[in-house]
């Protein structure tokens, strides 16, 4: 399922000059290939790295730029931030999700922290993972889209 939405991913962010791109666990959908291709295909790519309790990001040149971070994630070693506007696409990773856009993170908020900032943002993850409804707080940020294997959910 993963390739599946990895090919949708290539169609999507083949124009952009620049995304921002979390760096997959094992379960959750994988990014790994489809960083290294963006990297191959001349797109600059961004990623999360944990501070404090938000989010920097810093822009990559290879997997070789990462190392093992908080909660066990791959987060860049070094390099210079990178403001999230700059990026014309930032993918997000979720555990749930509702037609609405809604998503349900890790609960800790260092996405909803930055995401108002970003100009489109694109959640991915398996449709087993949508539910009918997720219950948001008001600093909870809906996604822009969110992207399955099966289809693309858009906000109204």
């Not at 922290?113 to 909870?140: N, Y």
Request: charge should be negative.
């Amino acid at each position: 399922m993963s390739l599946c939405i990895e090919a949708k991913l290539k169609e999507i962010v083949h124009d952009c000059s620049t995304v921002c791109c979390y760096v997959s666990l094992s379960e959750e959908v994988h990014t790994h290939e489809l960083i290294t291709w963006m990297l191959a295909n001349g797109i600059h790519v961004i990623v999360p790295k944990t501070c404090g309790t938000t989010l920097e990001f810093y822009e990559i040149h290879s997997l070789d730029d990462l190392s093992e971070g908080v909660y066990g994630v791959l987060e860049p070693i070094s390099g210079e931030a990178v403001a999230i506007e700059a990026c014309d696409l930032v993918i997000v990773p979720l555990c749930a999700f509702d037609e609405a856009c809604h998503r349900v993170g890790y609960g800790k908020g260092y996405y909803d922290s930055v995401l108002k900032r970003a100009k489109h943002t694109l959640g991915i993850a398996f449709e087993v993972q949508k539910m009918s409804i997720i219950e948001t707080d008001p600093w909870d940020v809906a996604l822009d889209e969110i992207l399955t294997e099966e289809r693309v959910y858009r906000t109204v």
